[in-house]
């Protein structure tokens, strides 16, 4: 084996992704010198402890906050790293600590929420006073990991701005050029945009954002038209534009230089590589040297050295030097899916292109063969892509297989070579007082194809399909299937054994069939006579899921906030989808609070829904096909009896309801009107869900009032799962409701740290006191509850991901390993 100390440490710090925890600085010292001591005898299991070790004591090193003053009111000096979004007059931010007597490497990061008007710059030395916040984020089955993705950016730490002054403005010649460029381009192709009906939309957003890896003024319509072709990857400076612009800078270079000397001469190899690398390195520092880019330049500057020392490297050696020097200046580079497309792309192309090039005579055929090549490499890689897409995001890009095929070659030929000129010349005129904005119209002009491409994207059916994590992961061991048998091996140089012929079909026959088997087992494998209840983590609201066989139910969708952002399309539309449901067979609106009914447009929006029970005016607007009211009613739901206990309203008036028909004819046994719709806590819609085993009560935000008219009205309240009444307040959760209800395990729907305090002490010990098991989304993120013979609980952060950068990360000392 070759290279085992660089194999073992590569291993073991990739599986850093499966660890449960980070172990204590000692261990990781520990293990990086008995790495030393027994490197001779065992590389490979020096290699391994070397990357523990080398894990440990990064990750401690990078999430160490104790320099900072105490309490969570504190005054800092921070540089601005970049502004990453805008919303109102909120923006977020990422900054790096400024310390004179820092001795600590790397220097830690936060993420600000700044409320400001102010223009806050990249480079730009602040003092600021900050109120401190864990980056501990709602966690759930599909949705956006959070945590993960700014643990992966060395951010360990939130924080709000409670008051700023600014101590020096950036000096930084990269800003300056940022600026120019955006002046430039945004301002001036504005103002043509008005008065030229050819001008597109956010053609100067993406320009930019390809010349400088400034993407804050790409829009969030055109980012989704973006993932629906699949064409993200070509705006956002990594491996590609790298490699297309060293290959253009070389391949000119050393033709000029050619013209001088000889053309074969190793000098001019040296220099035209040299340059090369100089080239990627200034474009890299222009891109702001991100973590994707300076991991594509680490591989693109280890590739050209080794090919230019006289020490023969495979590819596959090539690569693993490159994986290594990655993962030696960031160990956590991983936890970015970044990480994975980087690399799962070279190992695609590698496997492409073969061992031995055989010599074709002829021009044009050697032009044919070439020509061939580089169609089955964008093959592959579109193909590939797809694959490591859906491990990743859980979902595929119909069209970016022919979409890709066009916009690849025409981005490495075209656009980027083009729009790289036009900044070089740009620059040039800039240096000498010379404002040439004008520059730029040849490199937006070769946007247009790709403008035109995402418009379409709005038209084309099925263009972001979603599938289920089941359906994913049986489709995934069924494509070792697909591979060996239609493409034999050959397309991807897939090592075939050396048995003889017929055996080597009987082998390929076994293996389909058990490869198949998670396939049948997705189709037919389900039991029909379980039920689940997830309670998902929508921070400060409620949003519960009820699966029964094929059937779908959901209370309430969590909130919405202003700017756009909505736990309907964050977290239950994704959970949904990763659970294979493509429609809402009972949606379920409790009452009028945010942070109950907010999640419902996005969630309508996302996936049609059949029945609407709620009294609520945002039911109103919903497209259902029946709107039933909050009454007293007992409806089968699957296997499974869904009832509506009588409201406060109900008791109080005692009014008896009067069969009406909608528009459609359906019994909704009230007519909703607008001025009927609840709003006050105790007007939630309390539903009880139950077989012949198990049930489950949902109860709003109901208080200490309706719990009481319930227990008086002797409503059936037995339940052995309960939806804490009001996230656990004081006002609710009353002692009688408590004994009436007897839950065996009560769930808490509350936010990690929420101002109210929720849920309160006094009531968990409260039901705890009479035995039930307390859970909190807060602490556990999903809840997820299987109730079959038995009831089986899992959490997110314990059972179904239990993952070290899944843990609650606290705000005081080393909150890494809290």
Same mark, same amino acid.
């Given at each position: 084996m070759k290279n085992p100390f660089l194999l073992g440490f590569c291993a073991l710090v990739i599986s850093a992704l499966l660890w449960p925890a980070i172990p204590p600085a000692p261990v990781g010292a520990l293990l990086l010198l008995l790495a030393l001591i027994v490197h001779?005898?065992?590389?490979?299991?020096?290699?391994?402890?070397?990357g523990v070790g080398w894990v440990v004591l990064f990750t401690l090193m990078t999430f160490d906050y104790r320099q900072l003053p105490e309490g969570r009111d504190v005054w800092i000096r921070a540089e601005i790293i970049t502004p990453v979004s805008v919303s109102g007059d909120w923006q977020s931010i990422d900054i790096r600590l400024v310390k004179p007597k820092l001795i600590s490497w790397p220097a830690p990061q936060i993420r600000l929420d700044w409320r400001t008007n102010e223009q806050v710059v990249a480079g730009d030395v602040w003092e600021l006073r900050l109120s401190r916040r864990s980056i501990s984020a709602p966690l759930n089955d599909g949705g956006f990991n959070q945590q993960r993705y700014l643990l992966s950016r060395h951010i360990g730490l939130k924080a709000r701005v409670l008051d700023a002054r600014r101590i020096s403005a950036s000096g930084s010649l990269?800003?300056?050029?940022?600026?120019?460029?955006?002046?430039?381009?945004?301002?001036?192709?504005?103002?043509?945009a008005q008065a030229s009906a050819q001008a597109l939309?956010?053609?100067?957003?993406?320009?930019?954002?390809?010349?400088?890896?400034?993407q804050r003024q790409i829009s969030q319509e055109t980012w989704q038209q +973006?993932?629906?072709?699949?064409?993200?990857? *070509?705006? #956002?400076?990594?491996? !590609?534009?790298?490699?297309?612009?060293?290959?253009? /800078?070389?391949?000119?270079?050393?033709?000029?230089?050619?013209?001088?000397?000889?053309?074969q001469s190793r000098r001019n190899l040296l220099l035209a590589s040299l340059i090369a690398l100089v080239g990627c390195l200034l474009y890299a520092l222009l891109a702001g040297m991100g973590i994707p880019t300076r991991r594509a330049f680490v591989m693109l500057a280890l590739v050209c050295l080794l090919s230019l020392s006289r020490r023969f490297a495979s590819p596959w050696e090539r690569l693993l030097y490159a994986l290594i020097a990655? +993962?030696?200046?960031?160990?956590?580079?991983? *936890?970015? #899916?970044?990480?994975? !497309?980087?690399?799962?792309?070279?190992?695609?192309? /590698?496997?492409?292109?073969?061992?031995?090039?055989?010599q074709t005579e002829g021009r044009w055929r050697r032009l044919k063969q070439q020509a061939w090549l580089l169609v089955r490499i964008q093959l592959a890689l579109s193909l590939g892509m797809g694959v490591l897409q859906l491990i990743l995001f859980g979902g595929i890009s119909i069209h970016s297989l022919w979409i890709n095929l066009l916009m690849v070659p025409w981005f490495s030929l075209v656009v980027i070579p083009l729009s790289l000129l036009c900044l070089l010349l740009f620059l040039l005129l800039n240096a000498a007082g010379i404002a040439a904005p004008w520059l730029f119209e040849p490199a937006l002009l070769s946007l247009l194809p790709h403008e035109w491409l995402l418009g379409l994207s709005d038209s084309l059916p099925a263009a972001w399909v979603r599938l289920g994590d089941a359906l994913a992961a049986a489709l995934l061991f069924a494509l070792p299937v697909l591979l060996f048998t239609f493409a034999g091996g050959r397309f991807l140089r897939l090592p075939r054994p050396h048995f003889p012929h017929v055996r080597y079909v009987q082998w390929l026959k076994v293996l389909a069939l058990c490869l198949l088997l998670p396939l049948v087992a997705w189709r037919f494998g389900e039991d029909k006579s379980h039920w689940q209840v997830h309670a998902l983590d929508v921070g400060q609201g409620l949003a519960v899921v009820v699966f029964q066989g094929d059937k779908t139910l959901v209370y309430d969708t969590g909130a919405s906030f202003a700017g756009g952002y909505s736990y309907g399309e964050r977290v239950l539309a994704p959970f949904l989808a990763a659970k294979g449901r493509a429609r809402v067979d009972m949606l379920i609106l409790s009452h009028e609070d945010n942070d109950h009914v907010g999640g419902a447009a996005a969630l309508a929006d996302a996936l049609p829904i059949t029945d609407i029970i709620s009294d609520t005016k945002a039911a109103l607007t919903l497209q259902a096909r029946r709107h039933l009211a909050c009454t007293a009613q007992s409806r089968p739901f699957g296997s499974l009896t869904l009832e509506v206990l009588p409201t406060i309203r109900e008791a109080d008036d005692a009014i008896a309801s009067k069969p009406q028909a909608n528009g459609n004819g359906s019994d909704i046994g009230h007519t909703i009107e607008a001025d009927e719709a609840r709003?006050?806590?105790?007007?939630?819609?309390?539903?009880?869900?139950?077989d012949s085993r198990h049930s489950l009560l949902l109860t709003g935000d109901i208080e200490a009032l309706a719990e009481a008219k319930l227990v008086q009205g002797r409503a059936m309240l037995d339940a052995d799962i309960l939806s804490a009444p009001h996230h656990g307040s004081?006002?609710?959760?009353?002692?009688?409701?408590?004994?009436?209800?007897?839950?065996?395990?009560?769930?808490?729907?509350?936010?990690?740290?929420?101002?109210?305090?929720?849920?309160?002490?006094?009531?968990v010990a409260r039901y705890q006191g009479l035995g039930s098991k307390t859970l909190v989304t807060a602490d556990s993120g999903q809840l997820s509850l299987y109730l079959g013979d038995e009831i089986e609980v899992k959490t997110f952060r314990e059972q179904l991901a239990p993952f070290w950068y899944n843990k609650v990360f606290g705000v005081g000392d080393l909150p890494i390993t809290e």
């Amino acid at each position: 084996m070759k290279n085992p100390f660089l194999l073992g440490f590569c291993a073991l710090v990739i599986s850093a992704l499966l660890w449960p925890a980070i172990p204590p600085a000692p261990v990781g010292a520990l293990l990086l010198l008995l790495a030393l001591i027994v490197h001779r005898r065992a590389a490979l299991l020096a290699g391994a402890m070397a990357g523990v070790g080398w894990v440990v004591l990064f990750t401690l090193m990078t999430f160490d906050y104790r320099q900072l003053p105490e309490g969570r009111d504190v005054w800092i000096r921070a540089e601005i790293i970049t502004p990453v979004s805008v919303s109102g007059d909120w923006q977020s931010i990422d900054i790096r600590l400024v310390k004179p007597k820092l001795i600590s490497w790397p220097a830690p990061q936060i993420r600000l929420d700044w409320r400001t008007n102010e223009q806050v710059v990249a480079g730009d030395v602040w003092e600021l006073r900050l109120s401190r916040r864990s980056i501990s984020a709602p966690l759930n089955d599909g949705g956006f990991n959070q945590q993960r993705y700014l643990l992966s950016r060395h951010i360990g730490l939130k924080a709000r701005v409670l008051d700023a002054r600014r101590i020096s403005a950036s000096g930084s010649l990269r800003q300056h050029i940022i600026n120019n460029l955006r002046q430039s381009l945004l301002s001036e192709r504005d103002e043509m945009a008005q008065a030229s009906a050819q001008a597109l939309p956010q053609a100067s957003a993406l320009l930019l954002a390809l010349l400088s890896g400034e993407q804050r003024q790409i829009s969030q319509e055109t980012w989704q038209q +973006l993932r629906a072709t699949g064409t993200g990857h *070509l705006m #956002a400076i990594s491996g !590609l534009h790298l490699s297309v612009l060293a290959l253009w /800078l070389f391949g000119v270079s050393r033709y000029l230089l050619g013209l001088f000397s000889a053309p074969q001469s190793r000098r001019n190899l040296l220099l035209a590589s040299l340059i090369a690398l100089v080239g990627c390195l200034l474009y890299a520092l222009l891109a702001g040297m991100g973590i994707p880019t300076r991991r594509a330049f680490v591989m693109l500057a280890l590739v050209c050295l080794l090919s230019l020392s006289r020490r023969f490297a495979s590819p596959w050696e090539r690569l693993l030097y490159a994986l290594i020097a990655v +993962l030696l200046l960031d160990p956590l580079s991983p *936890l970015a #899916a970044g990480f994975w !497309l980087s690399f799962g792309a070279i190992v695609i192309i /590698l496997l492409c292109i073969p061992e031995k090039e055989t010599q074709t005579e002829g021009r044009w055929r050697r032009l044919k063969q070439q020509a061939w090549l580089l169609v089955r490499i964008q093959l592959a890689l579109s193909l590939g892509m797809g694959v490591l897409q859906l491990i990743l995001f859980g979902g595929i890009s119909i069209h970016s297989l022919w979409i890709n095929l066009l916009m690849v070659p025409w981005f490495s030929l075209v656009v980027i070579p083009l729009s790289l000129l036009c900044l070089l010349l740009f620059l040039l005129l800039n240096a000498a007082g010379i404002a040439a904005p004008w520059l730029f119209e040849p490199a937006l002009l070769s946007l247009l194809p790709h403008e035109w491409l995402l418009g379409l994207s709005d038209s084309l059916p099925a263009a972001w399909v979603r599938l289920g994590d089941a359906l994913a992961a049986a489709l995934l061991f069924a494509l070792p299937v697909l591979l060996f048998t239609f493409a034999g091996g050959r397309f991807l140089r897939l090592p075939r054994p050396h048995f003889p012929h017929v055996r080597y079909v009987q082998w390929l026959k076994v293996l389909a069939l058990c490869l198949l088997l998670p396939l049948v087992a997705w189709r037919f494998g389900e039991d029909k006579s379980h039920w689940q209840v997830h309670a998902l983590d929508v921070g400060q609201g409620l949003a519960v899921v009820v699966f029964q066989g094929d059937k779908t139910l959901v209370y309430d969708t969590g909130a919405s906030f202003a700017g756009g952002y909505s736990y309907g399309e964050r977290v239950l539309a994704p959970f949904l989808a990763a659970k294979g449901r493509a429609r809402v067979d009972m949606l379920i609106l409790s009452h009028e609070d945010n942070d109950h009914v907010g999640g419902a447009a996005a969630l309508a929006d996302a996936l049609p829904i059949t029945d609407i029970i709620s009294d609520t005016k945002a039911a109103l607007t919903l497209q259902a096909r029946r709107h039933l009211a909050c009454t007293a009613q007992s409806r089968p739901f699957g296997s499974l009896t869904l009832e509506v206990l009588p409201t406060i309203r109900e008791a109080d008036d005692a009014i008896a309801s009067k069969p009406q028909a909608n528009g459609n004819g359906s019994d909704i046994g009230h007519t909703i009107e607008a001025d009927e719709a609840r709003i006050g806590n105790n007007d939630s819609c309390v539903v009880r869900i139950a077989d012949s085993r198990h049930s489950l009560l949902l109860t709003g935000d109901i208080e200490a009032l309706a719990e009481a008219k319930l227990v008086q009205g002797r409503a059936m309240l037995d339940a052995d799962i309960l939806s804490a009444p009001h996230h656990g307040s004081k006002t609710s959760s009353s002692q009688a409701f408590i004994e009436a209800v007897s839950p065996r395990f009560t769930v808490f729907a509350a936010g990690f740290n929420n101002r109210y305090g929720f849920p309160k002490a006094e009531v968990v010990a409260r039901y705890q006191g009479l035995g039930s098991k307390t859970l909190v989304t807060a602490d556990s993120g999903q809840l997820s509850l299987y109730l079959g013979d038995e009831i089986e609980v899992k959490t997110f952060r314990e059972q179904l991901a239990p993952f070290w950068y899944n843990k609650v990360f606290g705000v005081g000392d080393l909150p890494i390993t809290e």
